[in-house]
Structure formats: C-alpha cells, structure tokens
C-alpha cells in the first residue's frame, strides 16, 4: 500500500539516516529528518523506529512503504554486451528492449544470489560505431548494447525488508546510495563533462565515472574510513573509540595528543596515507577496466561521510596527481537524489516497474526506452 500524500526516501548510512518525505502534491510541505547512531544492530533499529514515528508526526499519516537507499562492500557491479543481426532493417526501440531482457535473464541465472537493483546502458553500437544516445529511423546489419548491472546479495535486500517490516513498513524501491547521488550532482554540474565522484562511506569506497556527460564506470573498493580508524588505533596504541574521535576532529585534538605523547603531524600522515591508497586504487580502477585517458580534464569530487575528515585546507596536503574537490551534502541532497532518479531523470537508467499478475505471468516493463 502506498502513502497517501507524501513519498518517502530513506538513506540508511553506517552511522546515519537521513530520510524525507516529499509531498504528492502543492499543499503540504516537503520534511527532511536526519539521525546518528553507532554501526550496531539494535540500535539501527531503535533509530529506524524512531525515524519512521518523526515522519509519521510530521506529515500526519501512517508510513506504509519507504524507498531506501543503501551502500554495502557486498554491491556487485557486472558489464556485459549483447549484440542482435537486424539485416538492413531499420533500427525499433524494441530490437534494445529484447537485449536487455536476455542481458537480464543471463544475470539472474548466473548470479542466483542476487538481485537486480539497477540496470544502466552504457552504450549502443550500431555497425560497430559507438553511440551514447539511441539513434533512431536509421539501418543496421548489427546492434550492440553495453549494459551495466548493479546488483545486491539477496540475503542483504531479505534483511531490509525483515527489518521494516518490524515496523509494518514496505521497501517499495532499493536503491545503491552513492551511484544515485552522483546522478543528482552530475546534472547540477553539467558543465563538466569527466567526473569521478568518490563515495567514501564506513567499510567501502564507491567509485562512479562520468566520460563525456555519460556514466561509464561503477566500481566498490573494500577501503573505506573505518580502516582509518583502525590505522590510528594500531599505529598509536590506542582503543578505536579514541582512534574515532581522533579521526572526526583531527586537526583540533592537540590536547588529547599531548596527554598520550602524539603528536598531530603523525595522525595527519596516517590520516593522509589511507586516503591516498583510495585514491589511487580508484584511479588503478578506472585505467584498469576502462580505455580511457585520465587526462586533468577529469574532475575528482570526494563525498561520503569518510571525506568529512578532510577540509580545503587539508585536502591540498593531499599527494595525488590530480586535484581533488570536497563535495557537500545535505539529507535534502541525498534524498531528492533518489526521488529524481525514480522519476527517471537519469536517461541510461532503465526503470523497471512490477506489474500485477496477468494470465501471461508476472512481467516487469521496460520504459525507459518509451517516456
């Protein structure tokens, strides 16, 4: 059941939830709540309670389903390429569809453990000539698509479902948290053609590559800002409550290091190292997996809670052969990221809708093609 009046977008974090509730139509307003919490299960879910009861007070209706957006090291991201023989004919919206259905039934029988949450065209190729738009009431003798999958352990998407439906909450949507923001900021910065947008999250780094305006490249690397906090505890000696505290407020805790015998200039550059290493396993990424030349046309844009240890000052100290920007977030930011992308405003996505059971079967339509 859908609520009535408003639509709700929850990004469910290692430390936080920020959630919102955007309103159906003019009259009521749009509510934005966000909340902290230690990386532990129960208190995720006293924090999921708690947010679902501010939402319900503030838009003055019961919550039925949510539409979460998640990151996890577990994220599986598959590329694969189909190709059809069309003989001279002309080229039909539904000759791309029929390759995506057979991309996706090939997944779904090769990876019986996950689920599909986004499917992404990379490319067409038409007579082995690269087009990043579909090109339309032309000939062909061969269409290929290059298909990107994003997909999630099936295992990961039963435990969010358990968990809210503790609460009688539905997920209508699941949706990878840092892919769908990068789609947001890329379109408000549309000037720039190259961007890698850099997700460093608790346990794991998001990597989304934009080559000329297009999403080309979706990679997790298992490094994210608790080995930062792990790197600090082991090289200090110290607890990893300590080593957190150290990590957030780094550049103010001369007090507290003075006391143990530290000094600032060591957690900087334990800080500094870590950071590197993820910029440079992301730019190993990219030349590693895509035929692309790294050029400084290409701008890399730092997000994620694991970033906010660094500030412009600090950012310049860091030894990189490109020039790194720190990118704000807001809980609006990140929410609208997947209210946006549910309304298909991100033109290499195929949105996929479930419709209800007919005497053919359960089917899902492809739109993407026909908005």
Known sequence: MQNKNFEVYLDLGSSKIRAAAFSNDEINDNFFYESKY????????SEIEKTISKLEEKTDEYLNEVNLMVDSPEILTIG??????????????????????DAKQQILSNYQNYDII???????????VDYTFFPTSINANLLSVD???????????????SLFSKFDVSINQIFCS???????????????????FIDIGFNKTSLTLY????????????????HITRDISKILKI?????????????????????????????????????????????KSIKLNENINVTDKFKFLLMGDGSKILDNQFKEKIIFSHKI?????????????????????????????AKKQTKEGFFEKLFHFFN
Request: glycine letters at 4%.
């Open 38 to 45: 230690f990386n532990d299960y129960l208190q995720i879910e």
């Open 80 to 101: 694969i390429s189909l190709s059809k023989n069309l003989d001279g004919s002309t080229l039909k919206k539904q000759n791309v569809k029929f390759l995506i259905q």
């Open 118 to 128: 986004h499917i992404i065209i990379k490319n067409y190729k038409i007579d082995h």
């Open 147 to 161: 298909i990107i999958f994003i997909c999630l352990p099936k295992k990961t998407t039963q435990y969010y479902k």
């Open 178 to 196: 840092s892919y769908t923001k990068s789609i947001n900021y890329k379109n408000k910065l549309f000037t720039i053609e190259n961007i890698a």
């Open 211 to 226: 080559n000329r305006n297009k999403i080309s490249f979706f990679h997790i690397i298992p490094v994210g800002g608790n």
């Open 239 to 283: 607890n990893l409550i300590d080593s957190e505290k150290i990590k957030i407020n780094f550049d103010n805790n001369d007090n507290f290091l003075s006391t143990k015998g530290l000094s600032l200039d060591l957690v900087q550059k334990i800080i500094f190292s870590r950071i590197e290493e993820i910029l440079e396993l992301c730019l």
């Open 325 to 353: 920007d720190l990118l704000e977030e807001t809980t609006q930011s990140i929410c609208e990221s997947g209210l946006n992308l549910s309304k298909g405003l991100n033109v290499q996505e195929v949105l996929m809708i």
